[in-house]
């Protein structure tokens, strides 16, 4: 039997259970919005409760930051979830690898798919300047990257990408409103079932609720969410095309992912 690893949330010292969290209620700002917010709280379960911030979000409805102290302990040890773990390379390293085992550039589609307008996280990871100094995939001269933009249907996408014989397909879902990122998702997937690509090409999802896991069940490669950098997705796609090519031994470099 494995040890148990028995862990708490840490505010201000370790094991002390305390939380912060936000949230809206529908009631105009008042004295009495402020009370509600408290026993909102306090049967969640938690005490201590300290409201540190309240604002008028709109007429009736006002946003809360909430500090307090939650009872709850888990087993970290009883927690199985599949996760990418890189062993990255740099930039010149990963430039260097491609020209050495492929000898040519890595081709790589992305899009904002379906009704979503928000381009702002597959320009981060494709778009020269990157993200937070770490360089985009268009910076990299092994890599020949197309950012499609936004409202783009999956089928266009993986139309273009199939035309261009791409390595690896980028899908961005940033709105997710009645969780209409995970059924244009499959939609995605089913598109690229029926345009045999499935398998022979890297299917990426990407977004704020997007997660490994997540992306594993709707039948992509991999997921990432918030906080990835275009070298992370750079360092995935190489590994992955090396990979298929026969270059590498599956596991290589990402032992988390899944048999």
Known sequence: MAEKQLIRAYGDRRDDGIIQLSFTLPVATSEKAKEAAQL???????????????????????F?????????????????????????????????????????????????????????????ILNMKGFAGDYGLERYPWFEAYNLGSQVPNAELIRRAKEKGADAILVSQVVTQRDVHKEN?????????????????????????????????????????????????????????????GKEAKGTHFEGEPG
């Not at 890297?202 to 990432?224: C, I, M, Q, S, W």
């Not at 992370?232 to 796609?237: K, Q, S, Y």
């Open 40 to 62: 909102y709280c306090r049967k969640l379960g938690l005490t201590d409760v300290k409201v540190a911030a309240v604002e008028r979000a709109a007429d009736a409805y006002t």
């Open 64 to 124: 809360f930051v909430v500090y307090a102290r939650s009872p709850v302990i888990i087993d970290y040890n009883e927690i199985d979830t599949p996760e990418i773990v890189i062993k990255k390379l740099g930039f010149y390293e990963l430039n260097a690898l491609i020209e050495e085992k492929l000898a040519r550039r890595v081709v790589v589609f992305g899009a904002c798919t379906g009704s979503d307008t928000h381009t702002v996280g597959i320009d981060a």
């Open 185 to 245: 998702s499959r939609q995605f997937i089913d598109e690229a079932k029926k345009a045999g690509v499935q398998g022979s090409m890297t299917l990426l999802l990407g977004g704020p609720r997007v997660d490994h896991k997540l992306a594993l069940e709707l039948g992509f490669d991999a997921g990432f969410g918030p906080g990835t950098r275009p070298s992370d997705v750079a360092n995935f796609v190489v590994h992955q095309v090396m990979q298929r090519a």
